[in-house]
């Protein structure tokens, strides 16, 4: 058993790696679809679809260590990216990736 942050950052590696993962993005998809059937939510599938893309955009730009101390898992002082450097990135991203630009 090792400390809270390497067992995160072994975790968080293996998540960016399985989101990575075009098959696993699909099933990940479909699942959101089912939830979608059981909440009142308007334009759920594509709020959602929206939501998870820019959540997994951020996210495989990251190592486990970063993500980690990102949620407060790790010590900042020793990952690579900053939560200014993860603002930065995210401003690239579109609000509302779902709509597209006409």
Known sequence: V???CSECSTVADELIT????????????????EVCTILPI???KS???????QIVALIKNLDGKT???LI????????RATRA?????????PTH?????D
Do not use: H, M
């Open 97 to 101: 990736p779902w709509e597209s630009e």
């Open 2 to 4: 090792g400390d809270t």
């Open 47 to 53: 709020t959602l679809d929206g939501y998870f893309d």
């Open 18 to 33: 399985l989101l990575k993962n075009d098959e696993v993005d699909s099933l990940i998809k479909e699942a959101i679809g």
């Open 85 to 93: 450097d993860l603002k930065e990135y995210s401003e690239d991203i």
């Open 42 to 44: 308007s334009d759920c």
């Open 72 to 79: 407060g898992l790790c010590d900042s002082n020793s990952v």
């Open 67 to 69: 993500l980690c101390s």
